[in-house]
């Protein structure tokens, strides 16, 4: 196959593989229909074939892949996938702010660790960075609500978000106003200002999902 990849040393190896590979399929480099072979894969990566075997399971469960009588292969995510997960996650999150909103016992303090990480990453413009404490600040809404199953429902889809998130977060030349949208979010839901929250989320995602489609059109543009 060929895939120009880094190969594996540390553990987690799976996982590692799978985290590799699903950045492959969200920007569009693998493209649906292609044929992911195990011995490939292992040549490509470092790696033995059992990391490659827990890494193609695991992206088989997020609907990333499909095994089928000769292999494996890419289902990809189409445009309208992409739209659903951002749909998806506006909806979910919209609905977790509610929640945290109304609670009298909620812990705002615990969101300034990763929005002074993600301001400190924007002052180095340190993407990588940037997008794990991203999305640390988002998940903070789910695990606080108080709602087990929406925060189940985040845990089920955060790879594929948080995939969706290191590839904006990368496009962004200035990360600051990104951490301010951010600082702002918080701001309007701990004052009660659910809908101005609400606004902003929306102006938030719309941008990242903007960045995305750049991202894929130029992936395509660039795969053989």
């Given at each position: 196959m060929g895939l120009d990849v880094t190969p594996l040393k540390q553990t987690n190896l799976g996982e590692q593989v799978a985290r590799e590979l699903r950045v492959l399929i969200v920007d569009g480099r693998l493209v649906s229909g292609v044929?992911?072979?195990?011995?490939?894969?292992?040549?490509?990566?470092?790696?033995?074939?059992?990391?490659?075997?827990?890494?193609?399971?695991?992206?088989?469960?997020?609907?990333?892949?499909?095994?089928?009588q000769r292999g494996t292969f890419v289902v990809g995510l189409t445009e309208q996938d992409v739209a659903e997960m951002f749909s998806l996650r506006q909806t979910l999150e919209s609905f977790a702010l509610r929640l945290c909103a109304d609670r009298d016992d909620l812990d705002w303090g615990a969101f300034e660790d990763p929005l002074a990480r993600m301001r400190a990453a924007a002052d180095v413009s340190d993407a990588a960075t940037f997008a794990l404490a991203d999305l640390q600040f988002h998940a903070l809404f789910y695990?606080?609500?108080?709602?087990r199953r929406l925060n189940a429902l985040w845990r089920d889809n955060e790879p594929t978000f948080s995939t969706l998130l290191t590839l904006t977060t990368a496009r962004d030349v200035d990360l600051h106003p990104s951490a301010?949208?951010?600082?702002?979010?918080?701001?309007?839901?701990?004052?009660?200002?659910?809908?101005?929250?609400?606004?902003?989320?929306?102006?938030?995602?719309?941008?990242?999902?903007?960045?995305?489609?750049?991202?894929?059109?130029?992936?395509?543009?660039?795969?053989?």
């Open positions: 044929h992911l072979i195990e011995a490939d894969l292992s040549r490509d990566f470092g790696v033995s074939r059992g990391p490659i075997r827990d890494a193609l399971r695991k992206l088989e469960a997020e609907g990333l892949v499909e095994t089928r695990e606080l609500s108080g709602h301010e949208s951010h600082a702002e979010i918080l701001e309007y839901v701990r004052a009660g200002d659910l809908e101005r929250a609400l606004r902003e989320l929306e102006v938030h995602l719309e941008g990242a999902s903007r960045r995305l489609r750049e991202a894929r059109r130029e992936a395509s543009v660039e795969a053989p």
